[in-house]
């Protein structure tokens, strides 16, 4: 008998549930890339939209009112001969630029609330196929300002505030899909790997408004916002919600495994890789960190009201609910300060590279995608980081004490040539993003799926929602603020951030003295 081929018997080694599994995780990476990938041309656009003009220096004026009338009149002179995109070629072109960057965003940071309680009620499949459409709409919709010469401020911000609330649809989506596929054993480094997705998305987007910046911006939203509309077409033809709707193993196996969906029972393989999986619910460490007992040993009651309704075991969680479920009011306040830092990252960072290094806008888009490449890195690093610990709060916590610094050390190394930018870039892409990463992914999955909600499946969606939706509001305030404080200088935006992610951190305190305190006691248990 002739010996398989190497091919064929790497696809005989994995089981039907490990290719579904593989499937939904390289489906779920592209339908959200593309969510990602319809936001970013904004960011590379708006270098057009007002064309900036360096203004020469004059080092012999060495009196200070001299100088402030020598920039005044090269400003008037800048702003008379630029050819920017009415109304965004006015003097207060940052403050226009912010207010689209708030009007998305503020939609999204209000929508997500009511997208997660949807979600949670409505079937995934096509909740999310109508979210990529109407995304797709409203991205284009922006770039037909273009094709047919609209130059009325508030279309534009009725386009992204239109964006925005759509757009709430996707991570709810996605997380309860992913967080259904995949147990808890090595949810951070999985996650990590998963949540590349954003970064991914953030570089193509970047690379594909880029190619057509310069020559015709509106196809930077329109190629966007059509591809975001295929990868709807591909949810709603492949998308499986969870591995109970194709009856994974309805044939027993040696190695399947009953589990319970409220009343129901079906049977699973179990992958060979998970078997630590399967050997534990959850690891202790993250079990100390939910439980609200001093002693951290003592398990939760089943009692206090989180799961109302669980008993027919079809209930949906309900929003008051998801706020007892321990961590989850601390993670989302964290959330709100670390979004804020890597969303004005997100919007502005392209006009700073544009201001600070003189380069056009396809060449600071092309270099901000750095801080994304950054980013990926960061959260993978963040998830196994958080697995090998078992300690999620902690390693968010020390991440993000070392990002205040190197946020500064950037603000003053980026003038002084690429070099050091490109550096610094990868580096801050890495420390921002990867606490980011880690509480919108592996935490959000870890608290919607706490286990005093037992086998109720049904808490994912609004439990995400509502730790991004916190997050999205300072995701929300960070290109507001970028947008008032950058006419002071960038130095007062640099300033802003680093004390945000003071704050985030100081809202993670209480759960990094507990986590600290459950490893403790956890190693006098096992001593004893």
Same mark, same amino acid.
């Given at each position: 008998?002739?010996?398989?081929?190497?091919?064929?018997?790497?696809?005989?080694?994995?089981?039907?549930?490990?290719?579904?599994?593989?499937?939904?995780?390289?489906?779920?990476?592209?339908?959200?890339?593309?969510?990602?990938?319809?936001?970013?041309?904004?960011?590379?656009?708006?270098?057009?939209?007002?064309?900036?003009?360096?203004?020469?220096?004059?080092?012999?004026?060495?009196?200070?009112?001299?100088?402030?009338?020598?920039?005044?009149?090269?400003?008037?002179?800048?702003?008379?001969?630029?050819?920017?995109?009415?109304?965004?070629?006015?003097?207060?072109?940052?403050?226009?630029?912010?207010?689209?960057?708030?009007?998305?965003?503020?939609?999204?940071?209000?929508?997500?609330?009511?997208?997660?309680?949807?979600?949670?009620?409505?079937?995934?499949?096509?909740?999310?196929?109508?979210?990529?459409?109407?995304? !797709?709409?409203?991205?284009?919709?922006?770039?037909? !300002?273009?094709?047919?010469?609209?130059?009325?401020?508030?279309?534009?911000?009725?386009?992204?505030?239109?964006?925005?609330?759509?757009?709430?649809?996707?991570?709810?989506?996605?997380?309860?899909?992913?967080?259904?596929?995949?147990?808890?054993?090595?949810?951070?480094?999985?996650?990590?790997?998963?949540?590349?997705?954003?970064?991914?998305?953030?570089?193509?987007?970047?690379?594909?408004?880029?190619?057509?910046?310069?020559?015709?911006?509106?196809?930077?939203?329109?190629?966007? !916002?059509?591809?975001?509309?295929?990868?709807?077409?591909?949810?709603?033809?492949?998308?499986?919600?969870?591995?109970?709707?194709?009856?994974?193993?309805?044939?027993?196996?040696?190695?399947?495994?009953?589990?319970?969906?409220?009343?129901?029972?079906?049977?699973?393989?179990?992958?060979?890789?998970?078997?630590?999986?399967?050997?534990?619910?959850?690891?202790?460490?993250?079990?100390?960190?939910?439980?609200?007992?001093?002693?951290?040993?003592?398990?939760?009651?089943?009692?206090?009201?989180?799961?109302?309704?669980?008993?027919?075991?079809?209930?949906?969680?309900?929003?008051?609910?998801?706020?007892?479920?321990?961590?989850?009011?601390?993670?989302?306040?964290?959330?709100?300060?670390?979004?804020?830092?890597?969303?004005?990252?997100?919007?502005?960072?392209?006009?700073?590279?544009?201001?600070?290094?003189?380069?056009?806008?396809?060449?600071?888009?092309?270099?901000?995608?750095?801080?994304?490449?950054?980013?990926?890195?960061?959260?993978?690093?963040?998830?196994?980081?958080?697995?090998?610990?078992?300690?999620?709060?902690?390693?968010?916590?020390?991440?993000?004490?070392?990002?205040?610094?190197?946020?500064?050390?950037?603000?003053?190394?980026?003038?002084?040539?690429?070099?050091?930018?490109?550096?610094?870039?990868?580096?801050?892409?890495?420390?921002?993003?990867?606490?980011?990463?880690?509480?919108?992914?592996?935490?959000?999955?870890?608290?919607?799926?706490?286990?005093?909600?037992?086998?109720?499946?049904?808490?994912?969606?609004?439990?995400?929602?509502?730790?991004?939706?916190?997050?999205?509001?300072?995701?929300?305030?960070?290109?507001?603020?970028?947008?008032?404080?950058?006419?002071?200088?960038?130095?007062?935006?640099?300033?802003?951030?680093?004390?945000?992610?003071?704050?985030?951190?100081?809202?993670?305190?209480?759960?990094?003295?507990?986590?600290?305190?459950?490893?403790?006691?956890?190693?006098?248990?096992?001593?004893?």
């Amino acid at each position: 008998m002739a010996q398989l081929p190497p091919g064929i018997y790497l696809i005989t080694s994995f089981t039907r549930e490990q290719w579904y599994r593989a499937f939904i995780f390289v489906l779920t990476f592209m339908l959200y890339a593309s969510f990602h990938l319809s936001r970013k041309p904004i960011s590379i656009v708006k270098g057009v939209l007002h064309k900036h003009c360096a203004i020469p220096q004059d080092t012999e004026l060495i009196n200070y009112k001299q100088y402030a009338i020598h920039n005044q009149l090269m400003e008037n002179l800048c702003n008379k001969s630029s050819s920017g995109w009415d109304p965004f070629d006015k003097s207060n072109y940052k403050e226009l630029l912010g207010a689209l960057d708030y009007s998305f965003l503020c939609a999204y940071a209000v929508g997500m609330y009511l997208s997660g309680i949807l979600g949670e009620r409505l079937p995934i499949r096509y909740y999310l196929t109508g979210g990529m459409f109407a995304s !797709g709409l409203f991205t284009a919709m922006f770039g037909l !300002g273009y094709f047919y010469n609209i130059h009325n401020l508030w279309f534009y911000i009725a386009a992204q505030i239109a964006n925005g609330l759509v757009q709430t649809t996707g991570w709810p989506s996605v997380v309860t899909c992913i967080g259904n596929w995949f147990g808890k054993g090595r949810r951070g480094l999985i996650m990590g790997l998963w949540n590349s997705h954003t970064s991914v998305g953030n570089i193509l987007g970047s690379l594909i408004a880029g190619y057509w910046v310069s020559t015709c911006w509106g196809l930077s939203f329109v190629v966007p !916002g059509i591809i975001i509309s295929i990868m709807g077409i591909v949810c709603f033809l492949f998308l499986i919600e969870h591995p109970k709707d194709i009856s994974i193993a309805s044939t027993p196996t040696n190695n399947s495994k009953s589990y319970m969906n409220g009343s129901n029972r079906f049977k699973i393989q179990t992958p060979k890789f998970s078997t630590k999986e399967t050997s534990r619910s959850q690891d202790p460490e993250m079990q100390c960190l939910l439980s609200d007992n001093e002693n951290c040993m003592k398990p939760l009651s089943h009692n206090n009201g989180v799961c109302k309704g669980y008993e027919n075991g079809h209930s949906a969680i309900s929003f008051t609910g998801a706020l007892q479920i321990p961590g989850v009011v601390e993670f989302s306040l964290c959330l709100l300060f670390a979004k804020l830092v890597s969303y004005t990252f997100l919007f502005w960072l392209p006009l700073y590279i544009t201001n600070v290094d003189n380069l056009n806008a396809k060449e600071a888009g092309d270099l901000s995608t750095l801080f994304d490449v950054g980013g990926i890195f960061g959260g993978i690093l963040a998830g196994i980081i958080s697995d090998r610990l078992k300690k999620r709060a902690s390693t968010c916590g020390i991440m993000l004490l070392i990002a205040a610094p190197t946020l500064y050390v950037f603000s003053a190394v980026s003038k002084k040539g690429l070099e050091a930018t490109i550096v610094m870039l990868l580096f801050c892409g890495a420390l921002v993003n990867g606490p980011y990463t880690l509480i919108t992914t592996a935490v959000s999955a870890d608290l919607g799926t706490h286990k005093s909600l037992k086998g109720n499946a049904r808490a994912l969606s609004t439990v995400t929602a509502i730790i991004d939706g916190t997050g999205s509001v300072g995701a929300a305030l960070g290109p507001l603020l970028a947008g008032l404080l950058s006419p002071t200088g960038w130095n007062n935006v640099f300033y802003m951030l680093m004390v945000s992610d003071a704050c985030a951190l100081l809202f993670l305190l209480r759960l990094i003295k507990k986590e600290l305190r459950c490893g403790m006691a956890q190693t006098l248990f096992k001593e004893h």
